[in-house]
């Protein structure tokens, strides 16, 4: 069995470093906040064939960030959280044609490798689209470097300090676009 290119270390116990341009620090007072983010990352160009990787303790908001995210992307209906299905496709008519798809991972019972082959998550990586992961540690050795890493830590029950870090060019342009 062959996996994906891997760079970096394999599991992250906190939010590494990077430069100025690839690194951004946000305060989310409210959901409010959460729900603005995702609406200006929405609107990004560039986001249609992005790998963004979710990083978080349980009840963090990546799920929330998630739902606000495909609802700004037009999804309709009911958005549900891929825990046990491990990845949930969604149409998304507000990214350009041809990468209308969005694939939401969820990996936190990911627990075998052998499922990333048999599950057919190689084609889905390897074909347009954009692809949201949550616990993306869990595969990190199987997925591509993420594009953009979005790291949230729960401060209370509704303040979120979250942090941005771009891997790659296009992680970078993303970042860089980004207003909110």
Do not use: C
Not at 38 to 61: K, R, V, Y
Not at 108 to 120: K, L, M, N
Not at 121 to 130: H, T, V
């Amino acid at each position: 069995m062959t996996v994906a290119p891997h760079i970096g270390r394999i599991v992250e116990t906190s939010a590494p470093q990077a430069p100025a341009d690839s690194a951004r620090v946000l305060t989310w007072h409210s959901e409010d906040d959460t729900a603005a983010f995702a609406s200006a990352l929405a609107a990004q160009p560039l986001l249609a064939n992005a790998f963004l990787t979710l990083h978080g303790d349980l009840g963090a908001g990546k799920t929330t960030l998630v739902r606000h995210l495909l609802r700004a992307l037009g999804v309709q209906g009911r958005i549900k959280s891929p825990t046990y299905a491990v990845v949930e496709p969604h149409e998304a008519p507000g990214l350009p044609p041809h990468a209308t798809t969005v694939w939401h991972f969820d990996f936190y019972r990911f627990d075998d490798p052998r499922e990333w082959e048999d599950a057919g998550f190689r084609d889905i990586f390897a074909s347009p689209g954009l692809k949201l992961a949550e616990w993306p540690e869990k595969a990190a050795a199987l997925t591509p470097s993420a594009d953009l890493a979005i790291h949230i830590e729960a401060i209370d029950e509704t303040e979120r300090q979250v942090t941005l870090l771009a891997h790659t060019p296009l992680g970078r342009s993303l970042l860089q676009g980004m207003t909110a």
